[in-house]
């Protein structure tokens, strides 16, 4: 290996500021490179470079037969990438914003999610379906739903939600490669966060289930995910000052649900909050908060707690951070943890 | 209002400067010739007759005497419990049939859940292509083995993933065409709209057979659409439509060739609606005398696709007694074999619950499967 070889990799190596949006197209041209049967298709994401351009390039890249400006229909999106998957395609589909994702509803419940048990094995559907996911862009109404409530009831998908730039990445690589259907919540908030990334070296992808201890704490855990990531750190530095010593849980993935990591940090903890924008009736939070007290009952100091959107319609953009999950909320929720019988 | 008038006759001045019209619009495509015919194609009892080939003419008589007895074994199987239920095709097996031997083997047949026929036809194992109905498993096939997508009880919902198959064979270069059914009553749904729509826009090797067969349940098609035809539909999408009598099993058959044929050559898309009629109720559960009378199920029988093409074979000489008889036979040991088999209890393994629902099982499932295996076991040992 000669000297410049040496220092052109180091260089190409080196991290820069790259955009959660930046990654995830870098996650599909590296995935379409490699892989001739990966597809992307979906409303505006050729020319354009989608609405939020994460598809930005790919389609000057690799030809519109491999990213494809679609009719503007979700049902016939989804329904035909099952086709193409069917045919023995990867399509990776991108639904424009997460509430114009339900028009593609009974693509995804009655055929996507059930194809490969419906068929014994014989049929996989290894898709991707792509949602720019919550709130907190000032969105006008139909622009900031989180839909995952509605993902998790459903068996057969994967769902899963980046919250950093790498994960961004690796998960989407991961999902791309997944033999199932998976569908992939972009948290649009995040989509312009920044971090320190070496497009050259990505951190290796890890498989879909995997949650990940993202501050190590003794006095209580934040269970959280997606969007709301960066707000219980925050939440937690904050709550330094308040003694609390709080250990942030990024699930990562929904669905396959890692008990493991989350009880583990619980039962170092004893105290357990469930933070999410989704509604709490109904919401993820509920199904988490219960399997945490079934699994860890003896370990808990008090009842696992819930701070999610109120249940609510997702309000108007100028309301919006009265309903989402802040700081503050979060802390209210860490000092009911001192709870005692009773109170 | 006298007042008014006299007040607008000096031209306005903004008339006076209004910019050149825009050039005059044209339509895209010229319609008329996606437009189908104003009656249903037919070639039995017309001068065309005599130019088919008899051997396929015999093929088409054997499967539809073959088809019928299929209809009459399953609803049978549903009086005795074995089946759950059974759609019967009884009176629309022409379309049946002719689907299947319109479609070479590289192909693939999207089926709706009446058409469990029309996977036999193309080869399918009666007994795989019935679990669905009897309850043991939704899909009891693999559909690459025959290329037979799952039996879709979701109305219209197969007809984009046609789309989307056939537009990906396209892209790697096979020949492949996919043929999606569907009936009157699911044209009015959203995803055949949306198929229709995408078919036309990516010319995918596609074909869409409607089979108009009169009613969905209970709603008759007048409660469906308005459309003039339901091959209609086809001119607003840009690909031809076209109306074929749906018992004339040898028209059905050469206008489906024909559609197909003209999609492997790169032709596009194309809707035929056949139009039929349902002799049998919608299933064993409804009771048709609700919302018909027996005097127009009477007329439909006396154009039963099976009489009308044995009538005419029979006149021109094309089919003798024999003939008839070696159908019949032959239906007749299909029959016995299906009833037989039938008859078996399946054998089931309830860890196939968990089996396939994930490439690989998630922590959940696992664990699940071990409640319920630990179930099974408390059970054998009681
Ligand atoms: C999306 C959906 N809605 C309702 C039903 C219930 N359903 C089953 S068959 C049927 C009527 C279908 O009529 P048609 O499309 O004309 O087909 P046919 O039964 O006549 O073959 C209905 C409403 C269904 N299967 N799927």
Known sequence: MTRATTVAKTVAAKPRPATMAQALQRAMRDAMAEDPTVHVLGEDVGTLGGVFRVTDGLQKEFGEDRVTDTPLAEAGILGTAVGMAMYGLRPVVEMQFDAFAYPAFEQLISHVSRMRNRTRGAMPMPLVVRVPYGGGIGGVEHHSDSSEAYYIATPGLHVVAPSTVEDAYGLLRAAIASDDPVIFLEPKRLYWSKADWSPESPAAVEPIGKAVVRRRGTSATLITYGPSVPVCLEAAEAAQAEGWDLEVVDLRSLVPFDDETVCASVRRTGRAVVVHESTGFGGPGGEIAARVSERCFHHLEAPVLRVAGFDIPYPPPMLERHHLPGVDRILDAVARLQWEAGS | ?382
């Open chain 2, 1 to 382: 209002m006298q007042q008014r008038s006299s007040t607008v006759q000096a031209p306005p001045a903004a008339v006076a400067n209004r910019p050149a019209p825009p050039p005059a619009w044209q339509p895209r495509v010229d319609p008329a010739p996606l437009l189908p015919d104003a009656t249903p194609f037919r070639v039995i009892g017309t001068d065309a007759m005599a130019d088919a080939d008899p051997e396929l003419l015999l093929r088409l008589y054997a499967e539809l005497v073959r088809g019928r007895r299929y209809n009459a074994q399953a609803t049978a199987l549903t009086k005795q419990g074995r089946l759950a239920v059974y759609p019967s095709t009884t009176g629309q097996e022409a379309c049946e049939v002719a689907a299947a031997m319109a479609l070479e083997e590289r192909d693939w047949l999207f089926p709706s859940y009446r058409d469990t026929l029309a996977a036999v036809a193309r080869g399918l194992d009666p007994v795989q292509a019935l679990t669905l109905l009897r309850g043991d498993w939704h899909t009891g096939y693999d559909p690459h083995e025959h290329r037979i997508a799952p039996l879709s009880t979701p109305l219209a919902t197969q007809l984009p993933h046609a789309v989307g198959l056939a537009h990906a064979a396209r892209l790697k270069g096979d020949d492949v065409v996919a043929l999606a059914m569907v009936g009157d009553g699911g044209t009015s749904e959203g995803d055949f709209h949306e198929a229709l729509n995408f078919a036309a826009v990516w010319q995918a090797p596609v074909v869409f057979l409607v089979q108009n067969n009169g009613f969905a349940i209970s709603v008759p098609l007048a409660k469906q659409t308005a459309a003039p035809s339901l091959a209609h539909k086809a001119v607003g999408y840009g690909m031809p439509g076209r109306l074929v009598d749906g018992n004339d099993a040898v028209a059905v058959h050469q206008v489906l060739t024909e559609a197909v044929a003209r999609a492997r050559r790169g032709g596009g898309p194309t809707l035929v609606e056949a139009i039929t009629y349902r002799i049998d109720a919608h299933t064993n559960a409804d009771d048709a005398t609700r919302y018909r009378g027996e005097s127009e199920v009477e007329a439909w029988r006396e154009h039963d696709p099976i009489r009308i093409l044995e009538r005419d074979l029979t006149e021109r000489g094309v089919l003798g007694e024999d003939g008839v008889r070696e159908a019949a036979e032959a239906a007749e040991t299909m029959a016995a074999a299906l009833r037989e088999r039938m008859n078996a209890d399946p054998v089931l393994d309830p860890m196939d619950l968990f089996a396939h629902v994930y490439a690989e099982q998630t922590a959940q499932l696992r664990e699940q499967a071990a409640q319920l295996r630990a179930e099974l076991d408390a059970e054998s040992e009681a």
